[in-house]
DNA sequence: CGTTCCTCTATGGTCTGACCATACTGTGGT
DNA sequence: ACCACAGTATGGTCAGACCATAGAGGAACG
């Protein structure tokens, strides 16, 4: 007897693994339909309840989304959005605070620094970039300086070419969204923020991916002095 | 009219709201306890399946476990479990295909060296690596290598402080497990691996930040040469 | 033939009420 | 002091109902 664990088993949970198996089963991706949820009730042996439940959880992981009426586009609907799931995830924990707000800076340095150099070598597209740089000019408050500034460095993320990297600096700008408005309060002159992304920009444009990590670790030392 | 977009909020999105503010405003963490799911429904003024699938993505998102029965542990409790919620979802996203696997190891490669090298600058415990060391040299099997494996290279992550890198870590190591099983029998002789391990333990003995994230590389390098 | 309008229907979202297994609580007897 | 047993609060599940939504499908009309 080697499982001496009763280790019950919910019925959602097999639902849930029933579903998983047919993804990849029948190699569905995003874009395809799950059957309906009483369908699948009925097919599974299971309340509708159930169902739900383990649609709920596929939905809390980004995996589906469910509309509502008829045709092609309602029911569920598989899709691929890892960053609303991590940026619940961080936002909840940092809640309980099991999180430090200091862990999650280092992390984001981390990864933006790894992006900004892998962007650099791989001469990515750095049209957006040019463009959230312009829009932070452009802003008459720190929420929407903020928002430029999101879009800029979620852009760096996304010239490195690596989605599981991008999806999750947009879920630690979005978690930490608050901090980095107050940062930029406090910090009244941005001038020094924008010399920051333009040094960081140009690196990434040059190919040099050891400049662009080190501009990236600077900019962010000037973003959060207090933490450094 | 900047925002057209009615938005329909459903019931188990406001009960998630209003369970989040008041995790927030009672200040409550891991260990502490909710109100039971029928109290929450009256208090709520919504029905228990709502407080339900609200309670199944607090359980997603590793924030809550439920214990059935009666007592001071039966009930939602409040936890702080990342890990379970990160592995899902890269598993998930995986069977998706919307993550490519090296997307995934790149991404493991990045958090290695950085942890290996803030390991060894903050002169951390290392008797974990050791354990799991000496662990890898008694394994008769790969899955028992890989066990042991995986155990160290989560321990750098530990040994880096950093709550939130460990976590994902941890989730990158379970999602990919299979491959790192597969990788390890193709390799068949274990002694570079080994080599590698040393080493890295060496350095970060040696709080020798940039030697431990080279032999990090290095490490990985040997362990995924199809990817190098 | 095409267009407009109305009805039908399948969908997810919600609620109610019930029953079950579980595991502690408390009581009563020894 | 101990033990056995009934009580009870908990999450887990189910069945069935109703609602709002939004496309499908046909009817009426031009």
Redesign the pocket.
């Known amino acids: 007897m080697p499982d001496t664990r ?1 280790k ?7 639902v849930l693994a029933q579903l998983e198996r047919r993804i990849a089963d029948d190699g569905l991706t995003a874009g395809d339909r ?8 009925e097919e599974l ?9 383990a ?2 959880v596929l ?1 809390t992981l980004g995996v589906v989304t ?11 609907v598989l899709i691929s959005r890892p960053d609303h799931t991590l940026t619940d995830l961080l936002r909840l924990h940092l809640g309980l605070a099991s999180l430090e707000p200091r862990e999650v800076i280092d992390t984001r340095l981390m990864i933006e620094r790894w992006a900004a150099a892998r962007a650099a070598s791989a001469a990515a597209d750095t049209s957006a970039l040019a463009v959230a740089l312009a829009g932070m000019d452009a802003a008459r408050s720190a929420e929407e300086f903020v928002e430029h500034d999101t879009a800029f460095h979620c852009a760096i993320a996304d010239a490195s070419g690596n989605r599981l990297i991008a999806a999750f600096m947009r879920s630690l700008r979005d978690s930490m969204r608050r901090h980095a408005v107050e940062a930029v309060e406090q910090l009244g002159d941005t001038t020094v923020l924008r010399a920051g992304h333009v040094r960081i920009l140009a690196a990434i444009r040059a190919a040099d991916p050891e400049e662009a990590a080190r501009a990236v670790a600077d900019h962010l030392a000037d973003a959060y002095p207090s933490l450094f």
Chains 1, 2 share one sequence.
């Open positions: 009763p019950r088993t919910r019925t959602f949970e097999d799950l059957p309906a949820e009483r369908q699948l009730a042996g299971v309340s509708r309840s159930s169902v739900r439940e649609m709920r939905e469910s509309q509502v009426g008829r045709g092609p586009d309602a029911g569920a």
